[in-house]
């Protein structure tokens, strides 16, 4: 005797019934796989150092440093390469070691701006701003400082190189570091 097509549905357990399929469009995988090949073309633009922070297996860190060393349609198609591993692997502590890479970058760029605007006002400004440095960085030469910040308005007046102006940037940006 033949089943009927309503005793098909009886031979599958019922959690088979419950599961729910996703479907994934085309453009979906497509974009996906563009993403991780984008992550892997920064991996690539990495120099060796920070590539030692970020999170990488063996295979992949070796691809990575194939496609350093490889030209034109090669490292195209070497990225393909790298952005397939990606798919196979998981992605999050990699992003979030890139995230922390940049953003240390950032944060330098931020600092640096903020050094070269103590600077300037060291230069124009009078003994508060001097005082504003010494909260700031507790190891400060008072002296060192003045003079460079005397050689500085010197140099300046004379239309000089900026010798101490360059000077001044440079022991803020040690006292900086050093803290």
Same mark, same amino acid.
């Given at each position: 005797m033949? /089943?009927q097509?309503?005793?098909?549905?009886?031979d599958?357990?019922a959690?088979?019934e419950e599961?729910e399929?996703i479907?994934?469009?085309?453009s979906?995988?497509k974009?996906d796989?563009e993403?991780?090949?984008k992550l892997?073309?920064?991996?690539?633009?990495?120099?060796?150092?920070?590539l030692e922070?970020?999170?990488?297996?063996e295979?992949?860190?070796?691809?990575?440093?194939?496609?350093q /060393?490889?030209?034109?349609e090669?490292?195209?198609?070497?990225?393909?390469?790298?952005?397939?591993?990606?798919?196979?692997?998981?992605?999050?502590p990699i992003?979030?070691?890139?995230? /922390?890479?940049k953003?240390?970058h950032?944060?330098q760029?931020t600092?640096?701006?903020?050094?070269e605007?103590l600077r300037d006002?060291?230069?124009?400004?009078?003994?508060?701003?001097?005082d504003e440095?010494?909260?700031?960085f507790?190891q400060?030469?008072?002296q060192?400082?003045?003079?460079?910040?005397?050689?500085?308005?010197?140099?300046?007046?004379?239309? /000089?190189?900026?010798k101490s102006?360059?000077?001044i940037?440079?022991?803020l940006?040690?006292?900086?570091?050093s803290?």
């Open positions: 033949a /089943k097509p309503e005793d098909w549905l009886n599958y357990p959690e088979e599961e399929i479907w994934v469009s085309k979906e995988i974009r796989a993403a991780l090949k892997g073309t920064e991996l690539v633009e990495l120099s060796k150092s920070a922070r970020v999170p990488l297996d295979d992949l860190l070796a691809a990575i440093e194939l496609a /060393k490889i030209k034109r090669g490292r195209r198609r070497q990225l393909q390469f790298i952005g397939k591993l990606l798919r196979t692997r998981d992605v999050e992003t979030t070691a890139l995230d /922390k890479l953003n240390r950032n944060q760029i600092l640096l701006h903020k050094l605007e006002k060291l230069i124009d400004g009078n003994d508060d701003v001097i440095v010494v909260t700031l507790p400060t030469d008072r060192q400082l003045r003079t460079l910040i005397r050689n500085a308005k010197k140099e300046k007046a004379a239309n /000089k190189p900026p102006y360059r000077q940037f440079q022991y940006r040690d006292m900086a570091e803290d």
